[in-house]
């Protein structure tokens, strides 16, 4: 099954998102010229269009490039690819959420960039990469599994400081407690002696 940029069911992976089907998204001005203002003008008019540019992780042809496409829509690209078109608005660049490959110790600057010729630019995109586009790497499979390896690791991580924080946290508060009763239990104890005195 095709959609109307090409892409085929190849390049969704088995939940269809395209954050996790490694899709990258870049927002950009192009000038046209505008055939019936240049004709009226008697001269070139040339007008700013917004544009996109999508491609797919791992597969360097699926290259889509066509004028921005607004709507209130899922699958128009403003919502779509909502932060990208956000970024793009502000006049600031694409986003690109993730580990940037050339960041990652577990490969060189040149696998980074040749795996950026092939629109993997970060860890996350080379661990979501589709088996089909795999194929165009000798050794991917590897390197694939390693991102994937990595990104389960932080994860694991991330859990695990979390949990260290919430228990360092109720200590904390145990100690708290303990410095309170005691204060109380001191407290009682010079009251019922002053009591006694009397």
């Keep these: 099954m095709q959609d109307s940029e090409g892409f085929t069911q190849l390049a969704m992976n088995e939940m269809g998102t ?10 950009y001005y ?6 019936s203002k240049s004709t009226e003008e008697n001269r070139p008019i040339f007008e700013d269009t917004s544009f996109i540019r999508i491609t797919v992780s791992g597969n360097k042809n699926s290259i889509i490039e066509r004028p921005v ?11 779509r690819f909502r932060a990208e078109y956000a970024a793009f608005l502000k006049g600031e660049q694409a986003i690109l959420e993730g580990t940037p ?29 589709t ?5 165009n790497f000798p050794s991917i499979l590897a390197l694939r599994e390693q991102a994937k390896s990595f990104l389960k690791t932080a994860l694991e991580g991330s859990q695990t ?4 924080a919430e ?3 109720r200590d904390d508060d ?25």
């Design 18 to 27: 395209d954050r996790e089907a490694g899709i990258f998204a870049e927002f």
């Design 30 to 35: 192009e000038s046209i010229l505008n055939e």
């Design 69 to 79: 496409r607004i709507g209130h829509l899922v699958n128009h690209d403003n919502n």
């Design 101 to 129: 490959l050339n960041q990652w110790g577990a490969i060189s600057n040149s696998q980074a960039n040749e795996l950026k010729h092939f629109n993997v630019r970060t860890v996350e995109q080379l661990a979501s990469m």
């Design 131 to 135: 088996d089909g586009n795999a194929q």
């Design 161 to 164: 400081s979390k949990l260290q």
């Design 167 to 169: 228990l360092s946290k």
């Design 174 to 198: 145990i100690a708290a407690m303990k410095a309170q009763l005691a204060e109380v239990v001191k407290e009682l104890g010079t009251s019922k002696k002053r009591s006694i005195a009397k």
